[in-house]
Nanobody
Framework: QVQLVESGGGLVQPGGSLRLSCVAS????????MSWYRQAPGKQREWVAL???????NYADDVKGRFTISRDNAKNTVYLQMNSLKPEDTAVYYC?????????WGPGTQVTVSS
């Protein structure tokens, strides 16, 4: 069974930084791509970043250059370092992975960017 748990969210001022973490259960972690998504109030969930099992990364255009995704396979953890945060980055952030055709999501962590 796959379980994902995010942490690290909070309130930060514009221009600030946060690092999100997502811990995954199970022995699948090192062979799976991991993604971060976010959902702002009143909006659809949107993809933010992905890291492959080989550590290749991709980013949505509006976070490119500000966010960095990374992984530590020894800790079954994927990270999202978020710098130069903007009010429009305010959202619930989720990690996700796909295994055997099924998508697995964590419960999310709230990020609020406000002065």
């Amino acid at each position: 069974q796959v379980q994902l748990v995010e942490s690290g969210g909070g309130l930060v001022q514009p221009g600030g930084s946060l690092r999100l973490s997502c811990v995954a259960s199970g022995s699948f972690f090192s062979i799976n791509a991991m993604s971060w998504y976010r959902q702002a109030p009143g909006k659809q969930r949107e993809w933010v970043a992905l890291i492959s099992s080989g550590r290749s990364t991709n980013y949505a255009d509006d976070v490119k250059g500000r966010f960095t995704i990374s992984r530590d396979n020894a800790k079954n953890t994927v990270y999202l370092q978020m710098n130069s945060l903007k009010p429009e980055d305010t959202a619930v952030y989720y990690c996700m992975t796909r295994r055997r055709g099924d998508d697995y999501w964590g419960p999310g962590t709230q990020v609020t960017v406000s002065s």
